[in-house]
């Protein structure tokens, strides 16, 4: 499993901060459900999209969940990035049981500690990437130099500085997903909840966006959480959670298994019983 390293033991090839390497251990990268459940109301039939999941992390890392489509995945994202509540049991994110905040407190939280991207990018078409960064600070009420040094400063690490000026319709879908990522860590979040971020990219952009999450999980100290059906995606990370009918059915720890014998492991667990 990628784990960041001792303090200054190693150069930070992300060029942001890196503060945390060598921090001691505390809660804020931890990600914990307990008999999560989530049923939703269609067409007057109830659709159990998660039938009681449990999940654990501690520590940073690059982690995958797995599953086929319908498996709940997107539901369970969602409810680790505070975007949904579940109908019975909880969620603990960076040590905090998301039931227990107040509306405004969880609005902060989610803000300062969770980092979410998207399939579709979310980009607002009418700014330029570098506005586009800018937005979380503009809307914590942060119009001044320090938003822009930061947007900056992630430009330059995610690779799409060059592009800063441009809108979104003028970007690749590599150079989009870069700009969503580089403003889903404008507050340095403890934990990155991606959902298919390379859905719409080729291989090759795909490829590098998988190396990117795996060098902000290291360097930055931060829990990156990715929902993927590509076993090509899932060697960059240490551990697969594999999820089946709205139940986590096993975990792919995948060191020294290359793409073939992901898929392998995979397959063979969402046909065990
Ligand atoms: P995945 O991301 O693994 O494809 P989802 O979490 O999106 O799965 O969906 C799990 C199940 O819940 C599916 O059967 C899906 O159709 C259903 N579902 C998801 N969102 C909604 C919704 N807003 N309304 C009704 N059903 C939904
Ligand atoms: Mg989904």
Not at 225 to 245: K, N, Q, S, W
């Amino acid at each position: 499993m990628t784990q960041h390293s001792p303090s200054g033991a190693k150069s930070n090839a992300l060029g942001l901060n890196g503060t945390r390497n060598g921090r001691a251990a505390d809660t804020a990268n931890t990600v914990r459900c307990i008999g999560v459940h989530k049923a939703y109301e269609l067409g007057g039939t109830q659709v159990q999209a998660l039938r009681g999941v449990d999940l654990q992390i501690t520590d940073p890392g690059f982690y995958a969940i797995m599953g086929a489509s319908g498996s709940g995945k997107s539901t369970l994202l969602h409810l680790l990035g505070a975007l949904d509540t579940p109908d019975q049991g909880t969620v603990h994110v960076g040590g905090k049981a998301l039931h227990e905040l107040s509306e405004r407190d969880l609005t902060n939280f989610r803000r300062d500690h969770i980092g979410i991207v998207f399939q579709q990018f979310n980009l607002i078409p009418t700014l330029t990437a570098r506005e586009n960064v800018e937005l979380p600070g503009m809307l914590a009420g942060r119009d001044g130099p320090e938003t822009r040094r930061r947007a900056q400063e992630l430009l330059d690490a995610l690779g799409v500085a060059p592009r800063a000026g441009h809108r979104p319709d003028a970007l690749s879908g590599g150079e989009q997903q870069r700009v969503a990522i580089a403003r889903s860590l404008f507050f340095s979040p403890r934990i990155l909840l991606a959902d298919e971020p390379t859905g719409n990219l080729d291989s090759a952009s795909s490829n590098r966006l998988w190396e990117l999450l795996a060098t902000i999980a290291r360097d930055e100290a931060t829990t990156v959480l990715m929902v993927t059906h590509e076993p090509a995606a899932a060697i960059h990370c240490g551990r697969v959670f594999v999820l089946r009918d709205g139940v986590m059915h096993g975990t792919i720890d995948t060191e020294g298994l290359d793409a073939a014998g992901v898929a392998s492991r995979y397959q063979h667990l969402v046909r065990t019983a």
